[in-house]
């Protein structure tokens, strides 16, 4: 396999795990995995959640994928690649900006600040119904979000937090993990 091969396997693997993480956290997540992922939206003060279960489970798969990659098929072990450049991506992202586990920053301005607050957004309900914003590196402009969350919530789709909205910036953070 050339190595133009390999890095195009690794791009579309990476591009098409925010596809299957959107997939995996609107009807998995939110749905009957909604067990492991329920303390991810609520507050607390605990290092680890249940929520961390789904990083286990998918760690293993993707081990599996470089064992299997690296004894029978190639561009498997290049797609498990990708999925790891995703997965860092994702927890410096979600778990180090948004939720700050690894640091306290919060950005003022450009796109980090966006995705912050589309995440936020996405925490802005209570319970697994409605909600917006199930991708982790894309994000949606939060004015469209916002709009799409006082449908929901008008619609009974949806109970959203009181405090979306409040404060300077629209987005308060409640909570460690909210």
Known sequence: MSWLEAAAIVLAALIGMELFAWYAHKYIMHGWGWGWHRDHHEPHDNVLEKNDLFAVVFGTINAGMYIFGSLYWDWMWWTAVGITLYGVIYT???????????????????????????????????????????????????????????????????????????????????????
């Open 92 to 178: 410096l992202v979600h778990d180090g900006l948004v939720h700050q586990r690894y640091w306290k920053w919060v950005p003022r301005k450009g796109y980090a600040k966006r995705l912050v607050q589309a995440h936020k957004l996405h925490h802005a309900t209570i319970g697994k119904e409605g909600g917006v914003s199930f991708g982790f590196v894309f994000a949606r402009d939060p004015a469209k979000l916002k709009a799409e969350l006082k449908a929901q919530k008008e619609a009974g789709i949806a109970v959203v937090r009181d405090s979306v909205g409040a404060g300077a910036e629209g987005f308060d953070v409640v909570g460690r993990n909210l």
